[in-house]
């Protein structure tokens, strides 16, 4: 390291050199000392849009911003007005709406940068901003900010990050829960149905998991009941209003009304039936009941796949048969 950086400098030098670039870029001081930093400092040094974090290290070489960080008066005027729902919603949307050169949008961009700053939201503004959030979710889970092949990450995944930066180091859970229910009263139909999901989980986990420590969990155990009652309540209006055939989670929201129904599917199956005499609605479940998997062969002597091959596949299982009735006909 000595070598790459610093050349035929002499001794004196070096140790001058060493000490500015252990100022500048912490994690030197591994390979010069025996210190060793983890994701807090990593996450503060973001926060500080510090030169030895990767999304602000290009902007210290250039005359403006990268498309990887926001600038900081408009992140700053976000907190200011974090408390008002409106204004949060309004930003959102119109960062939802612009482009980077990478494909994704600014309102992933936007999350990303809520979440390194949550510790700078004001306690009474936690509820109010996830309020907002979450009125918006469903219309941020766009695919364009989905990860890519054999990486993890959405919006949805965003939006659940940032509000455990903003409850869970500062709110006990009853409190915490209180937060919840309150921002769930206007949220989206997917998240809402999503969250609920999640807070059952908590205490009653699948696959034969051990529930969380109760100071983990997101609601209390009571709200987390309600939750699974508003649900499926919101979901029947939903399925009644037409708001549920034009999801873009359509085949989600059916695996989870036939779960919180608990009636073998009945619900869903006969719903599932009446929109299959509707044309538009059979290449809708096509869509919906059609998934998509990434690969990428190794090979021989250097000549396997370059980049990796998304393939095609309809969802071919029995639950989706049970689920939709006819309509697993389509998938």
Not at 18 to 31: M, Q
Not at 96 to 122: C, F, I
Not at 312 to 323: A, D, V
């Amino acid at each position: 390291m000595d070598k790459a950086l610093f050349g035929t400098s002499d001794l004196k030098d070096r140790d001058r050199l060493r000490r500015a670039l252990k100022r500048l870029f912490p994690r030197l001081e591994s390979i010069w000392g025996n210190l060793h930093y983890g994701d807090s400092s990593a996450r503060e040094w973001e926060r500080l849009r510090r030169v030895c974090s990767p999304d602000h290290f290009d902007g210290y070489f250039r005359f403006a911003l990268g498309e990887d960080a926001l600038p900081r008066a408009e992140i700053d005027s976000v907190i200011a007005h974090a408390s008002d729902v409106e204004f949060v919603r309004a930003k959102l949307r119109d960062a939802l709406g612009t482009k980077r050169r990478n494909g994704k949008t600014m309102a992933a961009l936007m999350l990303d940068e809520l979440n390194v700053h949550a510790d700078s939201v004001a306690d009474g503004a936690v509820c109010p901003l996830l309020t907002a959030i979450f009125g918006i979710a469903d219309e941020l889970h766009v695919d364009s900010d989905r990860a890519g092949p054999f990486d993890m990450g959405d919006n949805h995944l965003r939006i659940r990050w940032l509000l455990r930066r903003l409850t869970r180091e500062r709110f006990d859970l009853p409190r915490r829960s209180a937060v919840f229910m309150a921002a769930c009263g206007g949220a989206q139909l997917g998240w809402l149905v999503d969250f609920a999901d999640s807070a059952y989980c908590d205490y009653h986990p699948r696959d034969g998991k051990n529930p969380e420590p109760e100071q983990n969990c997101l609601t209390t155990t009571a709200d987390a009941d309600m939750l699974r009652v508003k649900a499926l309540e919101r979901l029947r209006g939903a399925a009644a209003s037409g708001e549920l055939a034009a999801a873009n989670n359509l085949a989600y929201l059916l695996f989870r009304w036939r779960a919180l129904a608990g009636d073998d599917g009945a619900e869903v199956k006969a719903w599932a039936n009446a929109q299959m005499d509707i044309d538009a609605m059979v290449a809708t479940f096509a869509k919906a009941f059609t998934s998509y998997s990434w690969s990428q062969g190794l090979g021989f002597d250097g000549l396997g796949d370059v980049v990796a091959q998304r393939k095609t596949k309809p969802m071919w299982r029995r639950s989706t048969k049970s689920c939709v009735g006819k309509s697993c006909v389509v998938a």
